[in-house]
């Protein structure tokens, strides 16, 4: 596979690489952020999702634990009542964030947990234990479902623990066989998917409309429309090229050192993301577009608060903007309103969206510097407004109901 950083960027597939970077950020934060890439086949999308396996960095757990348990926080059956001193004792390791994928042809036991064989017939120590499945060992990274709609189609056991996983952050999971206590445990793992909407058995929102709802964030992966982007993507994929390639990589030749810059920026921005909030004002303007446009899940608005702060760190900002939240706006809503509802919505924000920012100065005192920063695009400060314009943008802000 190409390394992350040799990855063509372009206009198209950019929103995706904003989305799998803020997830990351977050799920090493501690706080999952569930992203579904929507798009034709053959635009890249799970390559550059496969590929971020080559950035994740580091997490410590307990020495051993199957369960990814931090050693802060441990939560698996085994460790979640031991006293800090036992667990101390055990040490502590390093691994990689998980990053596992759930194929069509998983079975419920597999995504779960079932009975562990291998203790079971052991000739010298015969017992009876589970076995966690590839979500529980996925706790503190990332679970990648490739054409989840297809899964949600043909596999509604697996949905429904998706569902469970995904409710809430984080999740919870209940594994359970016959004639073993049934285990319970929470889970943080933020879930990536990919799908083409335009394939059988069509978008996932119409398949599974409960399952579309608990991702955060969803975005269309565009086309490249630059013939040096696809000449350069054609090179790459020719018979010759994959060659030498794959002597590249035999030989190590691929210079691995430049995916350290992303994995170095997503530990700086994480231990950011603890320390950053979002302005009231920012708070309101999310809470007046729910209530005046009727969205219907509040789920929404928690992704646009979630999405708008993870985008402003990435993009190196000491402060959450308008900007941020109008940038994600549109990936947090396109899979929970209808097209009409989206469309309307996105034109009132631009409207109004730098009065928002206007108002929400009204009863500060500001610095210059400060105002200019707030103050985009053909926005003017408040003092160079006439009363009478001022009175308009609040009735206009104001949301009607009737």
């Not at 445990?185 to 929102?205: F, K, M, Q, R, Y």
């Not at 269309?220 to 993507?233: I, T």
């Not at 308008?322 to 549109?330: A, N, S």
């Not at 500001?366 to 009175?391: C, G, I, P, T």
Request: proline content about 6%; charged content about 25%.
């Amino acid at each position: 596979m190409i390394p992350f950083y040799m990855l063509e960027r372009y206009e198209g597939n950019e929103p995706l690489f904003e989305l799998v970077t803020m997830s990351m950020v977050s799920t090493y934060a501690g706080e999952p952020l569930h992203v579904h890439a929507e798009g034709l086949r053959g635009t890249g999308k799970t390559t550059i999702m496969r590929s971020c396996r080559d950035i994740l960095p580091n997490i410590t757990r307990i020495k051993g634990c199957i369960y990814n348990c931090d050693p802060d926080n441990p939560h698996c059956p085994l460790h979640r009542d031991m006293s800090l001193e036992e667990i101390a004792a055990l040490g502590s390791e390093e691994i990689p964030m998980p990053f596992l994928e759930i194929s069509h042809s998983a079975k419920v036991g597999t995504v779960a947990g079932s009975i562990d064989l291998a203790r079971l017939t052991d000739p010298n120590n015969p017992a009876a234990q589970l076995l966690p499945g590839l979500i529980p060992q996925a706790h503190r990274g990332i679970i990648f479902i490739d054409e989840i709609n297809r899964l949600a189609d043909t596999s509604p056991e697996i949905t429904d623990i998706l569902l469970d996983v995904m409710g809430n952050k984080p999740g919870h999971l209940q594994i359970e066989e016959a004639g073993l206590p049934t285990v319970d445990i929470t889970v943080s793992v933020s879930v990536w998917a990919a799908s083409n909407p335009d394939e059988d058995p069509g978008p996932l929102e119409e398949i599974r409309r409960q399952l579309s709802d608990r991702f955060d964030l969803v975005c269309y992966m565009g086309r490249p429309d630059s013939v040096d982007v696809l000449a350069n993507m054609l090179e790459e994929n020719s018979h010759r090229q994959k060659i030498r390639n794959a002597m590249k990589k035999s030989s190590n030749v691929y210079d691995y050192s430049k995916n350290d810059k992303y994995r170095e920026e997503i530990i700086i921005w994480a231990q950011k993301y603890s320390q950053t909030d979002m302005p009231d004002f920012l708070r309101n303007f999310i809470a007046r577009l729910y209530i005046k446009h009727n969205l219907e899940s509040i789920r929404a608005i928690e992704a646009m608060q979630q999405g708008a702060i993870l985008h402003s760190l990435i993009k190196n900002r000491d402060k959450v903007m308008i900007t941020d939240v109008t940038r994600i706006l549109p990936l947090a809503l396109k899979h929970r309103v209808d097209g009409d509802t989206l469309v309307k919505l996105i034109n009132d924000v631009e409207s109004r969206g730098a009065r928002e920012g206007i108002l929400s100065f009204k009863n500060k005192k500001n610095k210059r510097d400060e105002d200019d920063e707030y103050f985009q695009q053909n926005a003017r400060a408040l003092k160079d407004m006439s009363r009478s314009e001022l009175v308009n943008t609040e009735k206009d802000l104001t949301p009607t109901h009737g």
